[in-house]
């Protein structure tokens, strides 16, 4: 029988915190807050998270999720005002 490997298992975490949400993580700052609070509740320590500017940061769930957008596994929607084209703030992550 075959191995689960951790980069499998911090995958799948990424993919099922991701799903929580029906419409999606609006940012990768919100991503990295749900990943810290999540880990926190349940006393598990997938990505090792440093403290930033911003709050606790993963690199490590970074490096998963631009995995996860390279395997099609994620789509990353990049969001513009209507009327001049702008980028908004918040791209949004989501399932396929």
Request: hydrophobic share 40%; net charge positive; proline share 4%.
């Amino acid at each position: 029988m075959g191995e689960v490997t951790e980069t499998t298992i911090r995958r799948l975490y990424v993919l099922a915190l991701i799903g929580t949400m029906p419409d999606g993580v609006w940012g990768s700052l919100r991503l990295q807050k749900m990943n810290f609070f999540a880990q926190r509740e349940a006393d598990v320590r997938l990505f090792p998270v440093i403290r930033g500017p911003y709050g606790q940061f993963s690199d490590e769930l970074r490096d998963t999720v631009e995995q996860l957008l390279a395997a099609k596994a994620l789509t990353l929607t990049v969001r513009y005002r209507p009327d001049t084209g702008e980028q908004l703030g918040a791209n949004e992550y989501s399932r396929r």
